[in-house]
């Protein structure tokens, strides 16, 4: 600094850019203002003391040294970061795997033990995402089955946790005994729907996905199912996630429009990563980085519109990011963290036992390269998988405060990385960040998050995004 440069010993440590024409400054602690550049030049100058306008916001926020609550902010950074402390809480576990045309299903004894290793978890809540690769978990349903009453099955392990399972399913084996089994037992659905049926079945020769009949009947038939069970359609619905190919992204319109049609609380947009596909198939259904963060912004835009227009329905990937911006910053309630949540948060097991941190490393093994394969379940216990050395090294490169750029980003306190996903795209952890598409994309996402919120004068879409985080189009 020059001999003659103002001090800035008033400051507290904050971060800061330019968006939508206004300085945004954030914190760690996750606190964020709007400035005009000449309020910046006041913050600068020390000029912000007790009775200028912004003094009690930016006091509160910990923009200013005096009277920073370090407890408070303490307790912030805590919160954000306590996956790493809680256990593991997400567990997905493959069901079935298609290999060389023969289905391999997981069997009783290696699903009894993924469940008795999950139990040992510290986290008060234990979730099971129940999915096959390759091939539909519907069929093979007593599998399935066994999962879920034996984990139900011995209140000694389910002492003090809360229980969830959702299964991940194409619908294409669904039937009304299977369904029926599922209300009762409490198990939420998630499924496939990239759009209209034209849409949708055009992009099931590159996915997993159902027929667009099939799909859109069963969403009915269980919107139906629990409506006249006395269900609340805000809490006991099925979910949809959607593959952005090509092909979808000159559709943003019909499929937001087909969404909202169906009666769905979500929508998921997410680039297309090249995990699962060959040359031949990415020719067809691949894009680059700049024409999928247009297609974004043109689809986020819409789905607030369609809130305007009195629909109920969350872009996950906004909400994500929303409930750092906007609501505590609970890592549990977000994927997108910093340290990552692989191995910490979530774990993947595959049929034979084998455990991953996360499901996008266990997808990498499929495509053959085991690098991220941690051990088998039948062999270690929960202390062992989550101290594994190749858990702590995705916890360090993923930890935006040692990352060059990133620690001095203004998007800081509410992004974060996957290592995995570095590795597949450039050949090792850390790769070059901002040359990569997810931080692309996330600094899209929040500059456009960021940029309705600088309005202060459109209350409604404030409520809109709120409600993404609080009300019926939360995360869960």
């Known amino acids: ?63 200013l040294r005096a009277g920073l609550d370090l407890d408070a902010l303490a307790k912030k950074l805590a919160r954000r970061i306590g996956h790493v402390a809680r256990g593991p809480e997400r567990h997905v576990v493959t069901i ?24 040992q978890s510290r986290s008060p809540s234990v979730s099971f995402e129940i999915r096959a690769d390759g091939g539909e978990p519907l069929l093979d349903i007593e599998a399935v089955r066994h999962l879920v009453d034996f984990a139900r099955g011995s209140s000694a392990r389910t002492a003090g946790k809360t229980l969830a399972f959702t299964l991940v399913s194409n619908l294409s084996a669904m039937t009304t005994e299977t369904a029926e089994w599922l209300i ?33 009947g069963w969403i009915e038939w269980f919107d139906r199912r629990y409506r006249d069970l006395g269900m609340d359609p805000e809490v006991r619905h099925v979910d949809a996630s959607m593959t952005t190919t090509r092909r979808t992204l000159a559709a943003w319109r019909e499929v937001v429009d087909e969404y909202v049609a169906r009666g769905l609380r979500s929508i998921e947009l997410r680039p297309l990563g090249p995990l699962g596909f060959d040359a031949d198939a990415w020719e067809a259904i691949g894009y680059g980085a700049e024409e999928y963060l247009a297609f974004y912004a043109r689809a986020l835009d819409y789905v607030v519109e369609r809130n305007r227009r009195g629909a109920r329905l969350a872009e996950r990937t906004a909400a994500g990011f929303l409930t750092s911006i906007l609501a505590s910053g609970d890592s549990a309630r977000r994927e997108i963290l910093s340290p ?10 595959d049929v034979d036992g084998r455990v991953f941190p996360g499901e996008e490393a266990r997808r990498v093994d499929a495509s053959g390269d085991p690098i991220f394969a941690l051990g088998n379940v039948r062999k270690l216990a929960l202390a062992d998988i989550v101290r594994h050395p190749t ?43 901002p040359r990569t598409l997810e931080c692309k994309e996330h600094m899209a996402v929040s500059r456009a998050l960021f940029a309705l919120l600088a309005n202060e004068s459109d ?18």
Request: glycine share 10%; hydrophobic share 40%.
């Open 391 to 433: 858990v702590r090294a995705l916890a360090a490169a993923s930890l935006l405060d040692a990352q060059p750029m990133c620690a001095d980003c203004w998007n800081k306190p509410f992004c974060g990385i996957s290592p995995v996903s570095t590795y597949v795209c450039a050949g090792d952890l850390f790769g070059q960040r």
């Open 459 to 476: 209350r409604d879409t404030r409520r809109i995004l709120e409600d993404w985080t609080t009300g019926s189009g939360r995360l869960r």
């Open 1 to 63: 600094m020059p001999a003659d440069a103002p001090s800035l010993d008033h400051l507290g440590f904050f971060r800061f850019g330019r968006v939508a024409g206004k300085v945004l400054i954030t914190t760690d602690g996750g606190a964020w203002a709007f400035l005009s550049e000449p309020e910046l030049a006041q913050l600068l100058a020390g000029d912000v003391a007790a009775g200028h306008p912004r003094f009690a916001e930016l006091q509160r926020g910990g923009f």
């Open 96 to 119: 079935s795997r298609r290999t060389g045309g023969k289905d391999v299903g997981l069997d009783r004894g290696t699903a009894e033990r993924i469940v008795d290793v999950a139990f």
């Open 340 to 349: 990552c949540s692989a191995g910490t948060n979530e774990l993947a097991y």
């Open 184 to 216: 009762a037992n409490e198990v939420a659905v998630r499924t496939w729907l990239d759009g209209p049926a034209e849409i949708h079945d055009w992009n099931r020769t590159y996915t997993m996905a159902g027929a667009h009949a099939d799909v859109v």
